[in-house]
């Protein structure tokens, strides 16, 4: 469903994405995991045309997409949940959730963006709740469920998550990570997952990338890489090595 | 069709290719940061492995020969610390050089992952009965055999080679429905078969699964005739996995190379450049998902050409022809490698001298054998009768001791053989 094949970015003079080819097919989670500047993020922002790709080509159900504006891409059906939950602060969840369903609002009218806050608020029973509370007053995992949902709202085909995890306890990264479980199996929708809580990624995910300093090293099964010892070593908080161990 | 891994076995052409940039890439990376021996030869090339972007930057690399692998004796061609490695094997080919082989514990689970697609490849299921008589050693053959069929849930004799009778009553009395092993091994149990009077008919083997030794079609008809099965071919060295590094099908139309694995290509053995598509070549190898011991460009020595067309069985993957000859004057025989240089090593130590050899293999009808001759020369030359038989008896237990089978010993005079040809097989395989 989507591919990159041999994507350079930079910033400025700083060579961040070398060469990365990655895929990821229908239906599948697949989850990029590496340290912190390991290029993870800036993988996903080229993918979602915030960041520009100097060489290479990225295609979505085989058509390119390099470098394409990334309000064309919500059309064709990638949404991304950015890093740090990026929702409207001083707007309570319910205008935050109408400003998300822009374009169902712009394709199925009133009624339509309607019914569509509803099905999320099925998702997440919690936002319901919540609804005519400002989204600044929420606590970090209600606030990850209304980026979560915001970008959900218009029925992708693929979602791009940037550290859904970070700053959360443990079992509300659970509960985020079985509801992308879920619309996997319910709906079909295939994700792109990037996360630095590796242990919690591989376990939802079907395969992974490992990235450092810009370059892909390992592509297996997450089940396979869970058993890596260097991955384990590098992300999962084992010590370190030597060749005579 | 019975397809293991249906979703990598036949993925499309476009997909492999995505799939083995990536996989490739990773692997040079790592490589690159792990294996002092790759860093080295890609600095003088002046290569990074972030600058590769296709296949043709591939070919820039240096091919990796078996002597590197003995020059980096014991650990250096590890990509892990040894105590991620689960399992070492050591292919004896050298007697001085040896070379080991790790394998972590997701090495091993694809490996069985690839044999199992072998196995099933040719009809093997979980309610099958499968016997191994492949010689259980340093080689790897008969593991990888055995953790594919463990994988798809056969149940599994591991018998190793020899004991021929006991073998035979094995296969009919534990109702065996495969028989994995060397091809005149199947031949050598027919003859038992007979002289025991059991009919081949008799017997629930319907398949068999043969490597460890060149054999060509005429031995196929042969044993698929006597033993009432069909009989296929599988290929591996012990460098790269072993078993599952290429296979036939039940179409037995050429051997699958499972290309999420590997990076096949055939090369020119003398200016190493690649060779059109078709006209055959030296086979070199590229392991793409192998942790412990990663290969990039391995020469195997092995002559073959690649096949056109898809294979009617579906599967997606390359093939490759039946691999006969090699490039070198290593031959094959009995599951493992037999390097001319080696025998001359031991034949130097043991005589004191540096005398000319050939090594002459021979297949009688359901063995091979091999001879060594040795140029009688005034070193050689002894006047009591009592030292000249101490010295063959010497040198016989000496070779058969490191090959681990019995070899024969022969004193010849001068010019009863070309010393420039160091080996003769007149196996007669094609």
């Known amino acids: 469903m989507l591919k990159l094949v041999n994507v350079n970015s930079r910033y400025g003079l700083i060579h961040v994405l070398k060469n990365v080819s990655m895929h990821v097919s229908a239906g599948e989670i697949v989850t990029l995991i590496g340290a912190n ?4 993020s800036t993988a996903l922002r080229a993918i979602s045309g915030l960041q520009p790709v100097h060489e290479g080509k990225i295609f979505f159900s085989d058509k390119e997409i390099t470098n394409a504006p990334a309000e064309k891409l919500v059309r064709q059906g990638i949404a991304q949940v950015p890093e740090g939950r990026q929702i409207f602060w001083p707007m309570t969840v319910m205008d935050n959730l109408e400003v998300g369903g822009v374009v169902t609002y712009s394709l199925h009218g009133k009624k339509g963006l309607y019914d569509a806050i509803e099905g999320m608020f099925q998702l997440f029973p919690i936002l319901k709740e919540r609804q005519n509370q400002y989204a600044g007053t929420l606590s970090g995992g209600e ?11 218009n029925r992708p085909r693929f979602l791009l ?16 990570f079985s509801v992308i479980a879920r619309l996997r199996e319910e709906e079909g929708l295939t994700v792109l997952l990037v996360e630095q809580n590796a242990n919690a990624a591989l376990k939802v995910a079907d395969r992974g990338y490992v990235m450092e300093t810009g370059k892909i090293v390992f592509e297996d099964t997450a089940s396979n890489l869970m058993r890596n010892q260097e991955v384990r070593r590098a992300y999962l908080g084992k010590d370190k090595r030597e060749i005579w161990e | 069709m019975e397809c293991w891994d249906f979703k990598q076995e036949c993925m499309n052409r476009e997909s492999i290719e995505q799939l083995q940039l990536e996989r490739l890439q990773a692997t040079l990376h790592r490589v690159y940061k792990n294996v002092s021996h790759y860093r080295q030869t890609f600095r003088e090339i002046d290569f990074m492995p972030e600058d590769l972007s296709s296949l043709d930057d591939f070919r820039r690399l240096p091919h990796t020969s ?3 692998l003995m020059e980096n004796y014991p650990y250096g061609m590890f990509a892990v610390p040894l105590r991620e490695v689960v399992r070492l094997h050591t292919p004896a080919l050298n007697i001085d050089e040896p070379v080991v082989i790790g394998f972590t514990a997701n090495d091993l689970d694809n490996w069985a992952e690839l044999t199992a697609r072998n196995l099933s490849a ?5 309610d099958d009965v499968v016997q191994i008589s492949l010689t259980f050693g340093s080689v790897t053959g008969p593991f990888g055999v055995q953790l594919g069929a463990e994988r798809i849930g056969a149940s599994v004799i591991p018998m190793s080679s020899g004991r021929h009778s006991s073998q035979v009553q094995i296969l009919r009395d534990f109702r065996t429905t495969t028989l994995v092993s060397a091809p005149t091994f199947a031949l050598r149990l027919y003859r038992t078969m007979m002289e025991q009077e059991i009919d081949p008919k008799t017997l629930q083997l319907r398949i068999g699964i043969f490597g460890a030794e060149p054999w060509s079609e005429s031995i196929r008809d042969d044993i698929e005739e006597k033993l009432h099965i069909t009989a296929t071919d599988m290929y591996g060295l012990t460098e790269v996995f072993g078993p599952g590094v290429a296979w036939e099908c039940s179409e037995k139309q050429g051997l699958h190379i499972p290309e999420d694995h590997f990076l096949a ?30 290969l990039i460009r391995y020469r195997t020595g092995d002559l073959t050409r690649m096949l056109p067309g898809d294979c009617p069985c579906g599967r997606s993957h390359l093939r490759i022809d039946r691999i006969l000859r090699r490039c070198d004057n290593v031959f094959v025989m009995g599951g493992s490698r037999i390097i001319p240089e080696q025998i001359g090593k031991i034949l130097n130590r043991i005589s004191g001298a540096a005398p000319n050899f050939q090594l002459l293999v021979e297949r009688e009808e359901d063995r091979d054998r091999l001879d060594v001759l040795v140029e009688i ?18 040198l016989h237990s000496a070779l058969s001791e ?12 001068a010019g009863a053989f070309d010393p420039a040809q160091p080996v003769v097989d007149k196996r007669n395989i094609r």
């Open chain 1, 37 to 40: 500047g390991a290029g993870k």
């Open chain 1, 161 to 176: 998550l940037d550290e859904p995890s970070m700053g959360l306890a443990p079992l509300i990264v659970k509960e985020i």
């Open chain 2, 122 to 126: 040719v009809g093997v299921g979980k």
């Open chain 2, 402 to 413: 490191f090959l681990g089978w019995e070899v024969g010993v022969r004193l010849v005079e």
């Open chain 2, 265 to 294: 290509e055939i090369i020119d053995p003398d200016t190493g450049e690649p060779v059109p598509d078709g006209q055959e070549g030296e086979l070199v190898l590229t392991t793409l998902t192998k942790e412990a011991f990663p």
């Open chain 1, 143 to 153: 606030q990850q469920m209304l980026a979560i949902a915001m970008a959900l709202i």
């Open chain 2, 66 to 68: 078996r002597q590197v």
């Open chain 2, 377 to 394: 020369s005034n070193d050689l030359f002894f006047d009591q009768m009592k030292k000249q038989r101490r010295f063959v008896e010497d």
